[in-house]
Nanobody, 126 residues
Framework: QVQLVESGGGLVQAGGSLRLSCAAS????????MGWFRQAPGKEREFVAA????????AYADSVKGRFTIFRDNAENTVYLQMNSLNTEDTAVYYC???????????????????WGQGTQVTVSS
């Protein structure tokens, strides 16, 4: 089992920044890919960013490319999502997820992930 705990959400004005954290514990050696997803009210969960557990590869949704950065602190088994230039469309509950399936592909599909955190709310005001 892998446990994921997110933190760092909050209220920020448009144009501001936030950094989300996702601390992984348990059988972290089984993780291959970590992902961030978000879900706004009335919308489906959507992919935001992903990173190979080794940190070698990353991927981003077009809507956040150039504004968000996903990275990992190897020593702390923590994955971060640095979010800059936030706008109101970024308002959502953000979830981190872990996949134990090998291969860095289809990382944008929620079904590929085995473990999910509880989510953290990000609200961007205009």
């Amino acid at each position: 089992q892998v446990q994921l705990v997110e933190s760092g959400g909050g209220l920020v004005q448009a144009g501001g920044s936030l950094r989300l954290s996702c601390a992984a514990s348990g059988r972290t050696f089984s993780i291959y890919t970590m992902g961030w997803f978000r879900q706004a009210p009335g919308k489906e969960r959507e992919f935001v960013a992903a990173i190979r557990w080794s940190g070698i590869s990353t991927a981003y949704a077009d809507s956040v490319k150039g504004r968000f950065t996903i990275f990992r602190d190897n020593a702390e088994n923590t994955v971060y999502l640095q979010m800059n230039s936030l706008n109101t469309e970024d308002t959502a509950v953000y979830y981190c997820a872990a996949s134990t399936r090998s291969g860095f592909y289809s990382y944008d599909a929620p079904i590929r992930y085995d473990y999910w955190g509880q989510g953290t709310q990000v609200t961007v005001s205009s």
